[in-house]
């Protein structure tokens, strides 16, 4: 089956840096890639995602990249804000099922 | 877009009782639900599929007998915590997707399960 690892587990920036969050994924058959925002006691929220016919994706401050042969895909997040603290997950799925396998999480946190 | 609703949100119970949660998926039909269970650290444990009019496929190492799921009709699933323990707090969230497919796939609010 599949397999996300996902790195780091927490990342700590300052207000207006930027925030990188990568992922890795070991089958190849996977063919979308879902990026999850969840806030303290909330649910998981998508945000972003991208298919595997894609390198790249932006909306407004974040974008994710795939590349499909080192089998990683990353988020980023510029001009970082304190809203912007949460966990953040990614998934990959395709292949034998839809059902997303997802990474560990990262915590974000934006200090203002 | 697709709004998958969980209730209820938080309830305390007594070692030895069972806790019913209800997921509903409002405004499409789903034949396959999911239920996770999300421990302190953050990550999405995939505990089984909830199938409309069979039997709930669970994934390994969890209690069939214990997290009893039941799929009645296409818009409800039902997980029942049995005889539940101090171990078995944590925030469980569902989820369901109206393509039944990957882009879609939305989740409950959760609920925040508490075992005195």
């Known amino acids: 089956g599949e397999n996300v690892e996902q790195h780091p587990s927490t990342l700590s920036v300052q207000e207006g840096d930027s925030a990188v969050i990568k992922c890795t994924y070991s089958?190849?058959?996977?063919?979308?890639f879902p990026w999850y925002k969840q806030e303290l006691g909330k649910r998981p929220q998508l945000i972003i995602d991208?298919?595997?016919?894609?390198g790249e994706k932006k909306d407004q401050r974040i974008a994710v990249t795939l590349n499909k042969t080192a089998k990683h895909f990353s988020l980023h997040i510029t001009e970082t804000q304190p809203e912007d603290s949460a966990v953040y997950f990614c998934?990959?799925?395709?292949?034998?099922?839809?059902?997303?396998?997802f990474g560990r999480g990262t915590s974000l946190i934006v200090h203002p | 877009g697709a709004v998958v609703s969980q209730h209820p949100s938080r309830v305390i119970c007594k070692s030895g009782t069972s806790v019913k949660i209800e997921c509903r998926s409002l405004?499409?039909?789903?034949?396959?639900m999911f239920w996770y269970r999300q421990f302190p650290k953050k990550s999405l444990m995939l505990m089984a599929t909830?199938?409309?009019?069979?039997?709930?496929?669970?994934e390994q190492g969890v209690e069939k007998d214990k997290f009893l799921i039941n799929h009645a009709s296409l818009t409800l699933s039902t997980l029942t915590v049995t005889s539940a323990h101090p171990e078995d707090s944590s925030f469980y969230i569902c989820?369901?997707?109206?393509?039944?497919?990957?882009?879609?796939?939305?989740f409950g609010s959760g609920t925040r399960l508490t075992v005195v």
């Open positions: 989820s369901a997707s109206p393509t039944q497919g990957a882009e879609g796939y939305t």
């Open positions: 089958d190849s058959a996977s063919n979308y």
């Open positions: 991208i298919r595997s016919n894609v």
């Open positions: 998934a990959a799925s395709g292949g034998g099922s839809y059902i997303p396998t």
């Open positions: 405004d499409f039909q789903a034949t396959t």
């Open positions: 909830s199938n409309e009019g069979s039997k709930a496929t669970y």
